[in-house]
């Protein structure tokens, strides 16, 4: 693999919340054009990752590379440069309350550019075409419904056009048929738009559905990053059972359960 | 068992450390805003006039109704406590400098700074604590906004606009409730009133009021924000911070006001 076809390339991440460590030794990578989908259960650590990824946190060491700079050493700058080839589609969409859809998509465009008022509506009118909500640019946030809410909030990532776009829980707390034409949309993205997507969910059907490589978190490290084919072989205990949906079946040790029911008791 | 007085002083330590960071974190926040306010065009990412005046009418002109109405209570309040202490000498005719040079030099800008931390503070506090518990304040930074340009220095411009010209306004309503008592009770006509009042005036005076107007804005705008960005717990935090805000804020303008005038009257 080429190092300048890598679109994201992690290595040995490592970062704490306070004196509890969360990631410990990250490596992958994500080559231009894929779509990486990173899995975990709850609390494995993929929401944090994913906020590193983003640069909204500085780890305690390892390097993240996205398009080939090194977010944990630039300059602001140069990072206010990178976030214009960034989109980012958060959970919970984090829509601007106070504004309404077609200002939320045309905001990084008027941030960013120098367009006129009339081609900016235009461009973040065919963003809202493309995530099927023509129509739909005059009302409030609060005004739609959670899948409308997650579509525009891709709206406003795509509306520049990024290299890279991070999806956060796309199909979370949304119905089947919802969730399944999300999938649908992100694949179409990348085939049109050549982009690089990394999608965090634990929806097991969606990221099979849509991955080309999935990487597996499980308590802060990386199980596997392999593809779709190679996730579903893996002999790997921790694995089969995110896949086959079997609950965690952990040996009590006597002495470390009785520490921490009498912890901190005087 | 830890003993009663190392648990004290403990407490006692990591709660000093807290005010100390909350100290810090006020000046950070203070330095960071004017210096998008200055050098944020050159960074390419300028505060927008648009912005500063819509903050401007939230902060400022809607608030002159209710400053308008305390400011007349206390102009009179001040006129009838003052004939009545006065009449013990059979000075009364000298109200009028006693209400002129507390109005300006203290009561006006102390209203007006105490009325609009208690609206716009809990509200400033409201918005970005919400907006930071639904990720809008992190869709921001990664679409390449800084928070402090975008939320901050457009508001700290408009208090710096706004609360020196509500203390002024405030000094005007307030003389003239105390002329409307005067005229009634010593039949003193309004227009000599305002003719001994502007005689006993200096430019001094007025401009003792409005510096302190702008401390106070300062005060407001920090204390509202830091306490909004540091929410972190939901919407019992959003409630925490507003309550906070008010409180820390009317405090902090009282204790300024003390100092302020202690270093200017000597």
Redesign the interface.
Known sequence: MNASDLAIDVKNLVTHYGTRKILDGISFQARQGEIMVIMGGSGSGKSTLL?HL???HQPTSGSISLLGKDITQLSA?AM?DL??N?G?A???G????SMTVGENVE??LR??TRLDENTMRIMSRMKLEVVHLAGFENLMPSELSGGMIKRAALARAIVMDPRLLFFDEPSAGLDPVVSAELDELILILRDAMNMTIVVVTHELESAFKIADRITVLDQGRILMSDTVAAVRASDNERIQSLLNRTPRNEAINPDEYMERLTREI? | MPDPLTSFVALVGQRSLQAVREVGYHAALLVEAFYWLLFGRWRRQPVRLSAVFKEAVGVGVNAIPIVALASFAVGMMLAIQGIYTLRTFGAEGQVVLGISLSVTREFAPLITGIFVAGRSGSAIAARIGTMQISQEIDALRVIGINPVRYLVAPLLAAMLLTLPALTILSDLIALFGGALYCAGELSLPMGIFFDRSFEVLVADDVIHGVLKSFIFAVIITLIGTANGFNVSAGAEGVGQATTRSVVLGCIGIILADMVFTFLMSR
């Open positions: 906020r983003l640069g909204l700058d206010y976030r214009k960034m980012v958060f959970q919970g984090a829509l601007f309350n905001l990084p941030e960013h005087f």
